[in-house]
């Protein structure tokens, strides 16, 4: 276990470390406790074991470890539960697997595979991926990976798939109505420059097919045919830095403790035309900033900005969409416009400024 003592002195957002290697240091522990444990103490360890044993104090760990990471461990496999269920206006109900392994088999590397199939669109989809971990600690890896799946139409994913039951966010999928096909082969390489910055490069081709009537005019080709299917080649960077937010490292998992500062979220990408029979010339950027404000006595106040620009001619694939979810659920989703119908307006530039209030509950 090592503990910061001099926070105060110069900031470190590592605020407390649990090594994977200190549960089976008993020697180590031995001489950090300095003398032998006494019958008392032996006693109390023996009644607390007990006391867990019948409270199922294990299972209980183990659940809230499978519900923070999203994935359920089996031996030296692991079940991403993202994989098993999701639901969308364009899909439907999505039912699959995916199986990855973890780090009981190795350390230095993981891969998997998934499947899934919607009964809307009766369309079967599939993935797989291969990461070679640099730098365990700071999570430097080497990401390779090819899918052929569908995608939101005009939206945008910062980092992958997060796993976050807590976020209002999650929900906003349920909205999706409009997606493409794509075809994508990756590879990228990132990591954490400092524990609260993420930096990763990426560099991508994929083929897209529309999947309804909509059709686009590459004004770059000399033909001027109207097109069903597009092949993209990209370079960009994705950047995500909680400023001033302190973690915990407790083995292989990274806790966020949270922070007062602004959460940034950047995503810069390139298309090059020509360039592995890319068709499409374009640059695409995407900004989000949060922030929450606590106020004693009253409640918490959250704010939340977003924006996008895209340069270039590209079908709607590759435009910026405000995010609606006007429909008649009672289901309200944060940093929405829940007056607007999803996939309802398609733009080249936008930017919004969303703000909450939640009071403290009236103890009446």
Not at 20 to 44: C, H, I, W, Y
Not at 78 to 107: A, C, M, V
Not at 118 to 138: A, V, Y
Not at 143 to 161: C, K, Q, T
């Amino acid at each position: 276990v090592v503990f910061d003592v001099a926070v105060k002195e110069r900031f470190n957002a590592v605020q407390l470390e649990v090594l994977p290697s200190a549960v089976d240091n008993t020697l180590g522990l031995k001489r950090a406790r300095g003398e032998e444990s006494t019958q008392k103490e032996l006693a109390t360890y023996h009644f607390v074991d007990s006391l867990s044993k019948e409270l199922n104090l294990e299972r209980i760990v183990d659940m809230a470890t499978i519900l923070s990471t999203g994935k359920i461990p089996i031996k030296k496999l692991s079940i991403p539960i993202w994989r098993l269920s999701d639901f969308n206006q364009h899909e439907g109900y999505r039912l699959g697997l995916g199986l990855e392994t973890n780090s009981r088999l190795s350390k230095c590397f993981s891969t998997g595979g998934y499947f899934a199939h919607g009964f809307k669109d009766r369309s079967w989809k599939w993935g797989g991926n291969l990461d070679i971990i640099l730098h365990q600690k700071r999570a430097v890896k080497l990401e390779l990976n090819y899918i052929d799946d569908v995608f939101e139409r005009g939206g945008v994913n910062y980092a992958g798939y997060n796993f976050d039951l807590s976020s209002g966010a999650l929900y906003r999928n349920f909205f999706i109505n409009q997606m493409e096909r794509q075809r994508k082969a990756t590879v990228a390489i990132g990591g954490y420059l400092t524990q609260n910055f993420h930096f990763k490069l990426e560099n991508n081709y994929r083929r897209i097919d529309f999947l309804d009537n909509y059709r686009f005019v590459n004004m770059l080709n000399e033909d001027g045919t109207a097109s069903t299917s597009f092949d993209v080649a990209e370079t960009g960077v994705v950047i995500n830095w909680s400023i001033r937010e302190r973690i915990m490292l407790l083995g292989e998992q990274r806790v966020p403790l949270g922070s007062k500062y602004p959460k940034i979220q950047l995503k810069a990408m390139k298309g090059w035309n020509s360039i592995f029979d890319g068709q499409l010339d374009y640059y695409r950027f995407n900004l989000s900033i949060s922030q929450n404000f606590s106020i004693r006595g009253v409640g918490k106040l959250y704010l939340n900005s977003t924006c996008g620009l895209t340069i270039g001619e590209v079908p709607l694939a590759l435009m910026q969409m405000p995010f609606g979810t006007n429909r008649n659920w009672n289901l309200t989703v944060p940093n929405t416009f829940e007056t607007m119908q999803a996939a309802e307006f398609f733009t080249d530039k936008h930017t919004a400024l969303f703000f909450r209030f939640a009071f403290i509950p009236l103890k009446i």
